[in-house]
């Protein structure tokens, strides 16, 4: 148990115990996080006022992003709007507010913990060899 120490009316803890987030919590936690991130890069991109309205100069700037320039079942009024949620993102990073590379500024946490799943599946296993197979390899 913790100590503690009288400091007039107040008890402070000396020691004090961090627990971990659960699984289902550290998602929920992920999810509000990409909606947050996601709310503000909407409130950026609706108060943009630099988007190009002309469609040669759309397409310019969305392979300036990497991006296609157009997909299927897209109006001209989409692609504009996903131009602007692309200088949203921009902007956003400028900020600080969101990690480069990531979709909707997921967090690290997320791929560091797909890397040790996927360094998990890659384990070798060894079985036995037939003795037909052992005396093949031996001539």
Known sequence: PPSY???GQQNVAQAVEVMELTADSQA??????????NLELQKIAATLTTVPTLPQHVRDALR??????RLFGENL???RQRLRMALARQELMARGGLV??????SSNQQQQQQAEDEEEEQVTKYTRASPELVDARQE
């Open 28 to 37: 929920q936690k992920a999810a509000h996080d990409a909606t947050r991130q």
């Open 64 to 69: 300036e992003f990497g991006q296609p320039v």
């Open 5 to 7: 120490t009288s400091m």
């Open 77 to 79: 009024a989409d692609i």
């Open 100 to 105: 480069a590379g990531d979709g909707l500024g």
